[in-house]
């Protein structure tokens, strides 16, 4: 069974992926694919749900800043909603709260684009 669970709403303008589960060196591939899959189909406006996130590593943020890369390379981004509080600290103690825009829910932050 896979620790990493990715579901993916393109029915509007905005890819909505919600992410459960471990984000770690076994499981980022994953998550690095479902934003490749994305970016490739032009899908380069991104919100990434991370409320049921309880770990995320070194890998998962390596896939998070590539995808986000790519897609501002491409006139998108990826922003970030529902950010549980273990996450946040992640986040935070590597000092990546200014690189992505955060948001309180899904919504929110898909009307931001």
């Known amino acids: 069974m896979s620790k990493l669970s990715i579901e993916t709403d393109n029915t ?5 992926m919600k992410v459960k589960g471990r984000i770690d060196s076994e499981t980022a591939p994953e998550l690095d694919n479902a ?4 970016l490739r189909s032009n899908r380069n406006k991104i919100v ?3 409320q049921h996130v309880d770990f995320l590593s070194s890998a998962g ?3 998070m800043v590539k995808a ?3 897609a501002q390379s491409s006139g ?3 922003r970030l909603a529902s950010v549980s509080e273990p996450i946040e600290t992640v986040l935070r103690t590597v000092g990546m709260m200014q690189m992505f825009k955060r948001f309180s829910t ?6 931001g684009f």
């Open 106 to 111: 899904t919504e929110e932050a898909a009307a």
């Open 68 to 70: 986000l890369k790519d």
């Open 12 to 16: 509007q303008s905005v890819s909505v």
């Open 61 to 63: 943020l390596r896939a």
């Open 48 to 50: 990434l749900n991370l």
């Open 35 to 38: 934003f490749s899959k994305l």
């Open 76 to 78: 998108g981004d990826v």
